[in-house]
C-alpha cells in the first residue's frame, strides 16, 4: 500500500516551537490530518487540509502542505509541556470510503 | 455533545475465543469506522459502515467482521482469537445528515484494549 512516512522522535524546550514532518506516496491523497494521542488515550482530531490548500492555520497550530513534494509539516507555536504527546499524520483519498492511512506516529516531548 | 463511546474499554480473552465490541458515534453521525492500533503495524484500517452497509474494507482476515444497526452503532466482532489480535481497537464516527457530508472529519472513540492470552 502507499507510504506515509513520520520521524519517530521530536524533543523540544517549552516556549519553542514544534515542527513535525510527514511525507506520503499516495498522489491521489485529497485529505490530509494531524491527530494528537496521549498515553492509554484515543485520537484526537487537530486539524486537517485538503490537498488544494497549501497552508492552514488553527490558534497555535499551523499546517503547511507542499503538494509537489508530497510533504506535510505541523509547526505548534508555543509549545507546551500538556503537548508533550504522540502526532500521526494521516492521508485519505475518498474514492472509496474515507479510510485513513497512518504514519508511524512522532513523538514529541516538551522539556521545561 | 458527547463525544464517540466504545465499551468495554479493556477486555482479556483466550487465544480461540471470540470477541465484540461496541461503538456508539456522535449524535448525528451516521458514518463508523473501525482501525487496529499495535506496536508492530502501528494503526490500520479494519472496515468503514454507513447506512448499516459495508462501504469499505482493509486488508484483514474474514475473522474479523462488523455490522452497523439503524441508529448507527456499530459492533465489531472477532473470531477464533489469536495471541496477535491483542490491541487497541478504535472507532472513529463521521458524517452527519442524510448525505453524510463531512464523512472525512472523523473523530476517535478512547478504544478498547484487547488481551489475547
Known amino acids: 500500500g502507499e507510504d506515509v512516512e513520520q520521524s519517530l522522535f521530536l524533543s523540544v524546550r517549552e516556549g519553542d516551537s514544534s515542527v513535525i514532518n510527514c511525507t506520503y506516496t499516495?498522489?491521489?491523497?485529497?485529505?490530509l490530518y494531524w491527530y494528537k494521542q496521549e498515553p492509554g488515550a484515543g485520537l484526537q482530531l487537530l486539524t486537517y487540509i485538503f490537498s488544494n490548500m497549501d497552508m492552514k492555520q488553527d490558534q497555535r497550530l499551523t499546517v503547511l502542505l507542499n503538494k509537489k513534494d508530497k510533504h506535510l509539516s505541523l509547526r505548534i507555536a508555543d509549545t507546551q509541556t500538556g503537548d508533550s504527546a504522540i502526532y500521526f499524520c494521516a492521508e485519505s483519498s475518498g474514492h472509496s470510503g474515507y479510510a485513513l492511512n497512518f504514519g508511524k506516529g512522532t513523538s514529541l516531548l516538551v522539556t521545561p | 455533545k458527547a463525544g464517540v463511546t466504545q465499551t468495554p474499554r479493556y477486555l482479556i480473552k483466550t487465544r480461540g475465543q471470540q470477541v465484540t465490541l461496541s461503538c456508539s458515534p456522535i449524535s448525528g453521525h451516521r458514518s463508523v469506522s473501525w482501525y487496529q492500533q499495535t506496536p508492530g503495524q502501528g494503526l490500520q484500517f479494519l472496515f468503514e459502515y454507513f447506512s448499516e452497509t459495508q462501504r469499505n474494507k482493509g486488508n484483514f482476515p474474514g475473522r474479523f467482521s462488523g455490522r452497523q444497526f439503524s441508529n448507527s452503532r456499530s459492533e465489531m466482532n472477532v473470531s477464533t482469537l489469536e495471541l496477535g489480535d491483542s490491541a487497541l481497537y478504535l472507532c472513529?464516527?463521521?458524517?452527519?445528515?442524510?448525505?453524510?457530508?463531512?464523512?472525512?472529519?472523523?473523530?476517535f472513540g478512547p478504544g478498547t484494549r484487547l488481551t489475547v492470552t
Open positions: 472513529a464516527s463521521s458524517g452527519t445528515g442524510t448525505g453524510a457530508t463531512r464523512r472525512y472529519e472523523q473523530y
Open positions: 499516495d498522489s491521489s491523497s485529497t485529505y
